[in-house]
């Protein structure tokens, strides 16, 4: 399947609910092992019942996986939060990789619900928010969005072609 194919991301049927709320209001999963990024964007995806692909895509496209990025505009991190966000999301540390990844990750979440699971819908509010989004009813024609669109969409069809696991299993293909 292309990503240009998908109409809308469904969760899993077996995903309780009441462990994802839990992890909503707890935050990113706190364990005594160092987790990689990629760690770190596999238990985010399975988590909000996303492609792991997806998320490391978005993470790619925004940081190339850097926890210290900061873009001129002033966001922050692996996923590339605008403070406003991050703040909204109830991060703490956007700098931190693990509650950087995951309230990415939910917003991911969210903008898909909000969009009826229409990714490119979704990526243009991630990347140039859900207000120009709506101001053009629906993909702006910003060159920077369409751009960060096709690249997250290329990485995302990349990955499912190479086989890399569609949920957070933990098992590299």
Same mark, same amino acid.
């Given at each position: 399947?292309?990503?240009?194919?998908?109409?809308?991301?469904?969760?899993?049927?077996?995903?309780?609910?009441?462990?994802?709320?839990?992890?909503?209001?707890?935050?990113? =999963? &706190?364990?005594?092992?160092?987790?990689?990024? +990629?760690?770190? %964007? /596999?238990? $985010?995806?399975?988590? *909000?019942?996303?492609?792991?692909?997806?998320?490391?895509?978005?993470?790619?496209?925004?940081?190339?996986?850097?926890?210290?990025?900061?873009?001129?505009?002033?966001?922050?991190?692996?996923?590339?939060?605008?403070?406003?966000?991050?703040?909204?999301?109830?991060?703490?540390?956007?700098?931190?990789?693990?509650?950087?990844?995951?309230?990415?990750?939910? =917003? &991911?979440?969210?903008?898909?619900?909000?969009? +009826?699971?229409? %990714? /490119?819908? $979704?990526?243009?509010? *991630?990347?140039?928010?859900?207000?120009?989004?709506?101001?053009?009813?629906?993909?702006?024609?910003?060159?920077?969005?369409?751009?960060?669109?096709?690249?997250?969409?290329?990485?995302?069809?990349?990955?499912?072609?190479?086989?890399?696991?569609?949920?957070?299993?933990?098992?590299?293909?």
């Amino acid at each position: 399947v292309r990503a240009m194919d998908v109409e809308r991301v469904e969760p899993d049927e077996e995903v309780d609910i009441e462990p994802v709320a839990a992890a909503v209001s707890a935050g990113p =999963l &706190l364990d005594s092992a160092p987790r990689t990024i +990629e760690q770190m %964007v /596999a238990d $985010a995806a399975h988590r *909000y019942s996303l492609p792991r692909s997806l998320v490391r895509a978005v993470a790619r496209a925004e940081s190339s996986f850097d926890p210290a990025a900061v873009s001129p505009k002033g966001a922050l991190g692996v996923m590339q939060l605008m403070p406003g966000t991050a703040k909204e999301l109830g991060v703490r540390n956007a700098l931190d990789p693990g509650e950087n990844i995951d309230a990415g990750a939910r =917003l &991911l979440r969210q903008l898909l619900e909000k969009y +009826e699971g229409r %990714v /490119a819908e $979704a990526l243009a509010a *991630y990347n140039a928010g859900p207000g120009a989004v709506a101001r053009h009813r629906g993909v702006p024609p910003y060159r920077e969005t369409r751009g960060y669109i096709r690249k997250v969409v290329r990485d995302f069809e990349k990955a499912e072609k190479q086989g890399a696991p569609t949920k957070a299993t933990g098992k590299e293909p």
